[in-house]
């Protein structure tokens, strides 16, 4: 039906490397940094192998993460020093550099036994999100012998609760260096370049989760946790890789091209090395918070087969599910705001006992999930949605709904709404073939926060009230002024400044005399 408004009265490019590293960079993290992250899901949920990027269908099931970063230069009080402004397109450089490393993932130089999957994609990438100069004397350069020293981080740290913190300063007890400790990184010595790029992608690969493939100690190696990296991987000098490179561990045999490794040709991860890094940025919200959360349509992905997702999802752009198949979400499905997820005609989404579809930022999700015409929501007992501000589900004319008891519906702000179009329908779309224990009424499901599950069935009156919080008015048709109704005292309506007002009528929405809208509010009508 059509809709009528009455206004009666109102007032990378690829970068070729050529050059030669002449600096010899090193890596001055301690080990066991960081890697005992606990995934507070089902034992399902924590399975490493089902985090490995799947490149199947262009990586359909395995959506970019990006992690934020903040890169600090350090300069004497009078400007001089190794770092000027004119360098900043450099590091601009640099960062693209560092991606497209994590982007084109090469083979192992070494065997790996047994043989693991080659994957040409880690799909984590880094986004520069600003450059700082700081002119101070006393750091310029540092005589610490810690290179992992917290001076930097807790004097000079910018958004460190979003962003990871990369300090650039000088040191003379080491050469060109890094130390990856969580939740910063300290670069010391080190000028814009490949190597330093490949230097940085090792360090903030400590800040996600993982170790050196192998350590050197007296001559012998102590391999990582895991079984798909070259072992003996153990080289605590930054030389050439190859079967026949020379480590300086004695009982090492080759120098492998892993970007953890002590390498000048950092290329290479393995799966179960990329698998942790995906489990680990959403083991824990202190980690999840380092994503970039800004929507972005190009990490959009469709599911056109049938689907079941046994590993937790970060996806920063839109979701669909298409062509008659079912996704099912086991675990957690972490989406960006402004973000969309479609359930088109003879499709279905199903949200498992224990999973929970929340927001990338602040944890709450205030995107859209909308539910067409012979689509499917199934919502299973101990189901958890999270939805906050604009957020909203929208079940359409022919669209079906089932909510079990006990699935735990979290509607934060009043603007938080599922919103049950005229036609919609409680149940499942039979063609489907699934079951549920399906609630008769969806209306009657036990909501938390202050949203509401809405219907449009009767005709709301707004009249002789001011209006100075979030709101959402819902109804047949809806009517707002002076004197719309003899039900109500008749009396001003006044939309106060701060305030964000929706109108969403299934017919007509009829703006009468004395509505004021003040300045700085939101009203919208739908």
């Known amino acids: 039906m059509k809709k ?50 799947d490149p199947s269908n262009n990586y359909e099931n395995t959506p970019v993460i990006t992690y934020k970063i903040n890169i600090h230069l350090f300069r004497m009080t009078n400007g001089s020093g190794i770092y000027q402004y004119s360098d900043t397109s450099d590091f601009k450089t640099m960062v693209d550099q560092m991606n497209q490393i994590f982007t084109y993932i090469e083979a192992p130089i070494l065997p790996v036994s047994p043989p693991a999957q080659e994957i040409d994609d880690s799909r984590v990438r880094v986004k520069l999100m600003g450059i700082y100069f700081h002119d101070n004397d006393t750091y310029y350069s540092s005589s610490s012998s810690d290179p992992c020293e917290d001076t930097y981080y807790d004097n000079f740290k910018i958004n460190e609760e979003n962003e990871i913190n990369i300090f650039f300063y ?98 290479y991860l393995s799966p179960k090395q990329m698998g942790t890094i995906h489990k680990n940025a959403i083991s824990s919200y202190s980690y999840t918070k380092f994503i970039d959360c800004d929507y972005n349509s190009a990490n959009s992905i469709t599911i ?13 752009g839109d979701l669909t599910v298409s062509n008659n198949s079912i996704l099912t979400i086991n675990c957690s499905l972490i989406m960006s705001d402004y973000s969309t997820i479609t359930v088109n005609s003879g499709s279905a989404l199903i949200i498992e006992s224990d999973a929970i579809l929340t927001g990338l930022c602040d944890n709450y999700w205030s995107g859209n999930l909308i539910v067409n015409q012979d689509g499917t929501l199934i919502i299973k007992t101990n189901g958890n949605i999270n939805v906050n501000e604009t957020g909203s589900f929208e079940i359409k004319d022919g669209g079906y709904i089932c909510i079990e008891s006990g699935a735990v519906i979290n509607l934060l702000d009043y603007l938080s709404v599922i919103n ?52 959402y008015y819902n109804g047949n048709n809806i009517s707002a002024g002076y004197d719309v109704t003899a039900l109500l005292p008749y009396g001003n309506v006044l939309i106060n400044n701060n305030a964000h007002v929706i109108l969403d009528a299934a017919n007509d929405i009829i703006l009468k005399n004395c509505v004021e809208i003040q300045s700085g509010c939101t009203f919208e009508m739908k």
């Not at 991987?233 to 890789?241: A, H, L």
């Open 4 to 53: 009528n408004f009455y206004l009666l009265a109102l007032i990378i490019s690829i970068f070729q490397c050529v050059n030669c590293i002449a600096q010899n960079y090193q890596c001055l993290t301690p080990e066991n940094n960081n890697n005992n992250y606990i995934l507070s899901q089902p034992s399902s949920c924590t399975n490493i192998n089902n985090y490995i990027p």
């Open 170 to 267: 000088q040191n003379s007890n080491f050469s060109s260096s890094g130390c990856g400790h969580f939740p910063c990184v300290n670069m010391m010595n080190c000028t814009a370049g490949w190597g330093c790029a490949q230097l940085l992608d090792h360090e903030l690969g400590h800040i996600m989760g993982l170790p050196h493939p192998g350590n050197c100690y007296g001559g012998s190696c102590n391999n990582d946790s895991f079984d798909d990296t070259y072992a003996p991987d153990c080289n605590g000098s930054f030389t050439n890789c190859g079967v026949n490179a020379t480590s300086s561990c004695l009982s090492a045999i080759g120098i492998s091209n892993n970007i953890m490794g002590y390498n000048m040709c950092r290329s």
């Open 304 to 316: 056109s087969t049938n689907t079941s997702w046994d590993r937790s999802m970060i996806i920063s």
């Open 420 to 471: 049950l179009r005229p036609g919609f329908i409680s149940g499942i779309n039979p063609s489907l073939n699934l079951s549920a224990n399906c609630t008769a009424d969806p209306t009657t499901i036990t909501v938390s926060g202050n949203g509401e599950i809405n219907t449009f069935t009767t005709d709301e009156f707004i009249q002789n009230i001011t209006i100075s919080t979030n709101k």
